[in-house]
C-alpha cells in the first residue's frame, strides 16, 4: 500500500484567513486528485494534477502537483463556512492498476 | 449529470446476518470499488472490480464478497456482519484510463 499523508488532520480557522493542506508520499504517482466530502456525503472530485509542478486555480483554491510527483498542496484563500469539509488527495501509482490511494483526509471548519 | 448510486443512506443490521450493499452507476465506466471509510483511517480498498465478474482484492477484504453480474451494478455482500464492520461504506466508479473517481452518497452501516 502507497502511503499518502496529510497535514494538518484537523484545521480550524475563522472566515476570511488563508490555510495550505499538504498531502505526501514518497511513492511517485502519475497524477494526484483532490477531493472535498461534505457530512453524510461521498467524496467529490476537485481537481486533479498531472505534471509535475502543475498549479491549478479553482476561484479561491490553488492546487500544486510536487516537481517529483510525490506530494501535493491546496492551499485555500480567505476561506469561506461552505469551504468546511473533509479535503481528501488520492495518488493514482505508476503500477497500470486502476484503484487509486487516498490520504487519511484533512478535516477544515471554517467559523463565521 | 453523472451519478453512483447506493441503495441505502443508512442501514442497521444484527450481528450475524447477510448484508448487501448494492452500487449503480449510469457513466458506462469499466472499473467500480468499494470502500469504508472510518475516522482516522481514511478510505481504505475492499474489492474493486475492472470488468464484469471480475474481481480484485483491496486492502480489507477479510469478512467481504463482491458480485458484478452487469457493468453498471456492483454489490458489496457482508456474509455475516459483526459489530466490527460498523462504518461508511463508499461506492465509486471510474473509467479505465483516466485517474478521476466518482463517488456514491454513501452507506453508513451499523451493526448491533
Known amino acids: 500500500t502507497q502511503l499518502l499523508e496529510q497535514s494538518p488532520q484537523f484545521l480550524s480557522i475563522q472566515e476570511g484567513e488563508n490555510l495550505t493542506v499538504y498531502c505526501n508520499s514518497s511513492s511517485v504517482f502519475s497524477s494526484l486528485q483532490w477531493y472535498r466530502q461534505e457530512p453524510g456525503e461521498g467524496p467529490v472530485l476537485l481537481v486533479t494534477?498531472?505534471?509535475?509542478?502543475e498549479v491549478k486555480k479553482l476561484k479561491r483554491l490553488t492546487f500544486q502537483f510536487g516537481d517529483a510527483r510525490k506530494d501535493s498542496s491546496l492551499h485555500i484563500t480567505a476561506a469561506q463556512p461552505g469551504d468546511t469539509g473533509l479535503y481528501l488527495c488520492?495518488?493514482?501509482?505508476?503500477?497500470?492498476?486502476?484503484?487509486?490511494?487516498f490520504g487519511t483526509g484533512t478535516r477544515l471548519t471554517v467559523i463565521p | 449529470d453523472v451519478k453512483v448510486t447506493q441503495s441505502s443512506r443508512y442501514l442497521v443490521k444484527r450481528t450475524g446476518e447477510k448484508v448487501f450493499l448494492e452500487c449503480v452507476q449510469d457513466m458506462d465506466h469499466e472499473n467500480m470499488f468499494w470502500y469504508r471509510q472510518d475516522p482516522g483511517l481514511g478510505l481504505r480498498l475492499i474489492y474493486f472490480?475492472?470488468?464484469?465478474?471480475?474481481?480484485e482484492k483491496g486492502d480489507i477484504p477479510e469478512g467481504y464478497s463482491v458480485s458484478r453480474e452487469k457493468k453498471e451494478r456492483f454489490s458489496l455482500i457482508l456474509e455475516s456482519a459483526s459489530t466490527n464492520q460498523t462504518s461508511m461504506y463508499l461506492c465509486?466508479?471510474?473509467?479505465?484510463?483516466?485517474?478521476?473517481?466518482?463517488f456514491g452518497q454513501g452507506t453508513r452501516l451499523t451493526v448491533v
Open positions: 465509486a466508479s471510474s473509467k479505465t484510463g483516466l485517474p478521476e473517481a466518482f
Open positions: 494534477v498531472v505534471t509535475g509542478g
Open positions: 488520492a495518488g493514482d501509482p505508476q503500477t497500470g492498476a486502476n484503484n487509486l490511494f
Open positions: 472490480s475492472y470488468d464484469v465478474k471480475m474481481k
